[in-house]
């Protein structure tokens, strides 16, 4: 337990208190990248709309000098498992591979997932039914050597299809972002929402030290993650950044 304890060593970088209740799981992501893209506020809006049925009351759409960003990032789950039940899901270790906005409720900004694919029945199974994430079943690889090889497919039924390869690494040395800076509003969000039956919104906490961030070179020789959803990227390079890992721990979602 020491590991996912010393997680907590640090919380001045939060930007507002961790919840007063115990957390409930732990997990690492590893070779992780993310790439980002900006878009039109009022288009992710729309998307937003048309995924889940409509947008909740009082969620909105976040945006860094005007735009908002479409993130997709591929990486690892590892060491995943639940504080009080370790032996249920762990540990437990497979590929996912998220496409996500930035959202803020209030005065909590946040990330809102528009599809989560990943290599665990169990994973989708349990995120779809108890916390109202849009996991879908994919078959996915990753290796890892000098480049991370990265492979997905989906393969949950009645879902659309949705494929992406990319070999990607490190460019550069780790830094933290800077405070104000885009990178920093990318990646240093510590709650994530989902929507629910009824436009119901949820919002669930998660914990860890600032990004390990470094720079990060890529080439996608196959993405229709966006093009799923009703998005099509602009033609600029994205913003990319490639984490070897971190330590992350969760809580249990609550109803907003």
């Known amino acids: 337990m020491s590991r996912w304890s010393d997680t ?17 799981m ?20 729309e998307r937003i709309a048309a995924t889940f049925g409509g947008v909740p009351a009082g969620l909105e759409v976040d945006t860094f000098e005007g735009s908002c960003y479409l993130g997709i990032v591929p990486f690892r789950m590892a060491r995943t498992g639940l504080r009080w039940w370790p032996t249920l899901l762990g540990p437990h ?3 996912e591979l998220n496409v996500r906005t930035y959202v803020r409720h209030q005065d909590r900004r946040g990330v809102l997932f528009f599809s989560l694919d990943a290599a665990s029945r169990l994973a989708v ?13 994919a078959r996915m690889a990753l290796d890892a050597g000098d480049a991370v090889h990265y492979r997905s497919r989906r393969t949950h039924g009645g879902a659309p299809e949705a494929a992406f390869e990319a070999r990607y690494g490190p460019a550069g040395p780790v830094y933290r972002a800077a405070p104000g800076s885009l990178e920093r509003w990318l990646t240093e969000r510590y709650c994530l929402y989902s929507i629910g039956p009824g436009l119901s919104l949820w919002r669930g906490e998660i914990h860890h030290e600032l990004w390990p961030l470094q720079g ?3 080439e996608i020789t196959l993405n229709s993650m966006a093009a799923c959803h009703g998005f099509a990227l602009p033609d600029v390079n994205p913003l990319l950044h490639y984490v070897k890992n971190i330590d992350v721990v969760a809580f249990a979602p609550e109803r907003l």
């Not at 907590?8 to 409930?24: D, N």
């Not at 590893?30 to 790439?35: D, G, H, N, S, Y």
């Not at 995120?127 to 849009?134: Q, V």
């Open 26 to 45: 732990h997990m690492s992501w590893q070779e992780l990248l993310f790439a980002h893209w900006p878009l039109p506020a009022a288009l992710v809006r």
């Open 8 to 24: 907590f060593k640090h919380t001045q970088h939060r930007p507002y208190p961790l919840p007063a209740r115990a957390w409930a």
């Open 93 to 95: 270790t497979f590929c």
């Open 216 to 218: 990060a070179q890529a």
């Open 125 to 137: 199974f349990t995120a779809r039914r108890w916390f109202y994430l849009p996991y879908y079943n």
